[in-house]
């Protein structure tokens, strides 16, 4: 047994541990549960998913243990911590802009990828559950303690693993979730959507100076780039947050579809342009159907499916001065590739991080309010993590995947 676990702890995978199964005596925590841990599928998706009993882990001095009762299915494609694959509405894939995928360490080369939904493409915990037990030595923040529902932002130096139960440090990486918002609901906040809203803040003071600044115009227009989880999370944030805005009423937004099924989750609203780039197209082809769709260049891209082809095709839609909004893990790593074009064609690649803690909190309010519409989702029992994993492989999944550990609600 303790072989086994010393092995699986150098894979690459992420971890579940599920329902305690041996009870200690007391005053002690010597407590089981069992660990999965849900590996990169192969060709054949055979043994992707493995399962361990081992400790449920103490209490640590000055923070909290937390008892999971969502998580988001994910799997590591490759060793490399910017490659977390995970599971997203049904409208978009790894290798649907046809480009390569080296951004993301990805091996779309193997059946099991084929087709594999994309929307959330960086590491990070999408945990949602209640505090278990609180450390005595705890500084208790925001009314948090036993039995307070909550979610996790991915702070750093987080494990890169899920578990039934998790400790953290402290209270600071800890945000209160409403009785009204349903803790599926909330698992798919610290990722995608905290991402998703960052970017469309940025986006916003992008906005301000195309309005504001020494070339200022009169409209602009943004464009948001796939239908996956972080595309959708991003046209309703955005939606929602243009309203409140001074310029709503000038601000035109278009969305470049992947697929043709892309097409009823992206026409949202009557005042959203709805463009489809089909690989079946030369590359000018797309890039005058994009700037007829947007009436003209383009101000800002927003884009969540960035490879080097994706993103080669945003810079030419751009009008001088123009921005790409790019995620912060593949933005590293695509930069010194597309910083000198960029340079030359006179626009700019703006990276953007995941976002702060506030912005998460913020968030949590909205979507519990019923402001901002979550994307859909699917729950399945933690127990059927092997028939999700191969689900997902095969595109058989609507919405994000998020895994049952316990039932707190």
């Not at 990169?40 to 103490?58: M, Q, T, Y």
């Not at 780039?225 to 001074?246: C, D, E, P, Y």
């Not at 043709?260 to 709805?274: C, H, N, Y």
Request: proline share 6%; net charge neutral; charged share 20%.
């Amino acid at each position: 047994m303790i072989k086994a676990i010393r092995k699986l702890s150098k894979s690459p995978g992420y971890y579940f541990e599920r329902s305690p199964t041996v009870s200690a005596s007391v005053g002690t925590m010597s407590k089981l549960c069992r660990q999965v841990s849900i590996e990169s599928p192969g060709p054949a998706l055979r043994e992707c998913v493995f399962s361990f009993d081992v400790p449920v882990p103490d209490v640590p001095m000055y923070g909290a243990r937390i008892r999971v009762a969502y998580a988001g299915a994910c799997y590591r494609a490759t060793r490399t911590r910017s490659a977390s694959v995970c599971s997203t509405s049904s409208v978009s894939s790894i290798s649907s802009l046809g480009g390569d995928t080296e951004a993301y360490g990805c091996h779309v080369a193997t059946p099991a990828h084929k087709g594999l939904r994309d929307g959330a493409l960086f590491p990070g915990y999408e945990v949602a559950g209640v505090v278990d037990a609180v450390g005595k030595a705890a500084e208790r923040v925001d009314g948090i303690a036993e039995g307070t529902r909550i979610v996790l932002y991915p702070y750093e130096g987080v494990p890169h693993g899920y578990a039934d139960y998790i400790v953290v440090p402290d209270f600071k990486c800890l945000v209160r979730v409403p009785d009204r918002l349903p803790l599926s609901v909330a698992a798919m906040l610290p990722t995608g959507a905290l991402l998703a809203t960052n970017t469309v803040q940025m986006a916003s003071e992008c906005l301000n100076t195309v309005f504001m600044g020494p070339e200022r115009r009169d409209t602009a227009t943004v464009l948001i780039v796939g239908t996956g989880g972080l595309a959708l999370w991003a046209l309703r944030i955005a939606t929602h947050h243009f309203k409140r805005s001074q310029y709503h009423d000038r601000i035109r937004t278009t969305v470049a579809t992947l697929k043709d099924e892309g097409f009823a989750l992206a026409k949202e609203s009557d005042k959203i342009s709805v463009v489809q780039w089909s690989e079946d197209l030369y590359e000018r082809q797309l890039i005058e159907r994009t700037t007829d769709a947007c009436g003209g260049p383009v101000d800002i891209v927003l884009n969540f499916g960035t490879t080097s082809r994706s993103l080669h095709r945003s810079l030419q839609c751009l009008a001088p001065g123009g921005m790409v909004l790019v995620t912060e893990d593949v933005g590293d790593k695509l930069m010194p590739k597309f910083a000198k074009k960029a340079e030359e064609m006179r626009v700019h690649i703006v990276v953007v991080p995941n976002g702060s803690i506030e912005q998460l909190k913020e968030l949590v309010q909205l979507v519990a309010s019923g402001e901002i519409e979550p994307p859909p989702h699917s729950v399945f029992p933690a127990e059927d993590a092997q028939e999700v994993v191969r689900k997902l492989c095969n595109s058989e999944i609507n919405g994000r995947a998020i895994l049952k550990f316990h039932n707190v609600d």
